[in-house]
């Protein structure tokens, strides 16, 4: 089976810390996303990236960034966490952007 | 603004009975749909498609119908099933290299 593997289920930072989320696809896939999902809003898109080393913004980019080095691993950046950034984070991979997507099971990250 | 609108945040529904989810879209551009479940604590798993050449895909209790001149698609799941009790998140694309669009999900209870 296809995977797509996010390095934590549950993090806990503080306000003001640099947090790193990272994720893993073994599927081969050019193109990867990162989501955040709360309440109320669904599934909003914060970076996606067509391939190694290039990035595209999404709806809500501010406060974040994005890293890939190699095809496989997506990272998602948070360069000061602050409160309202407490939420469900999902990546997913896909072979074309608009169709079919495989996610991750989530890292709710929440910043205190 | 939203290019994909699901109405319902909620919905309730006795097992046994018909489940019905609803979504519009306002981008003409969009040529393929898709509706992926997601249970607390997990990504989103990917349910049933259908590309604007079809009016109706069914796989199993799962049926996607939709109206292209109406800009209306709906999930229909029967028998429903206390198993599925999920947030169902509408999805839409222009077959173009651009991510999916989300709609902002429907939770659905199914009561025993």
């Known amino acids: 089976d296809v995977k797509v593997t996010q390095s934590s289920r549950y993090l806990v930072k503080r306000t003001g810390e640099k947090v790193f989320l990272e994720c893993v696809q073994d599927m081969d896939h050019e193109n990867m996303f990162w989501y955040r999902q709360d309440p109320g809003l669904g599934l909003r898109l914060i970076y996606f990236?067509?391939?190694?080393?290039?990035?595209e913004k999404g709806d809500i980019p501010e406060g974040y960034s994005v890293s890939r080095e190699k095809k496989e691993r997506f990272s998602l950046i948070l360069e000061s966490a602050s409160t309202n950034q407490t939420s469900m984070y999902l990546c997913a991979g896909s072979l074309r952007a608009g169709y079919g997507y495989t996610f991750g099971s989530g890292t709710r990250l929440t910043v205190v | 603004d939203q290019q994909v609108k699901q109405n319902s945040p909620s919905l309730s529904v006795q097992e046994g009975r018909i489940s019905i989810l609803n979504c519009d879209y306002t981008n003409s551009m969009f040529d393929y749909f898709l509706w992926y479940k997601k249970y607390p604590a997990e990504g989103p798993t990917f349910l049933i498609s259908i590309s604007s050449i079809k009016d109706k895909n069914e796989d199993g209790r799962f049926t996607v119908f939709l109206n292209k001149s109406a800009k209306h698609l709906s999930l229909h799941i029967v028998p429903s099933q206390p198993g599925d009790s999920a947030v169902y998140f509408c999805?839409?694309?222009?077959?173009?290299?651009?991510?999916?669009?989300f709609g902002k999900g429907t939770r659905l209870s199914v009561i025993a």
């Open positions: 990236s067509y391939d190694v080393k290039m990035k």
């Open positions: 999805a839409a694309s222009d077959s173009g290299n651009t991510p999916l669009v």
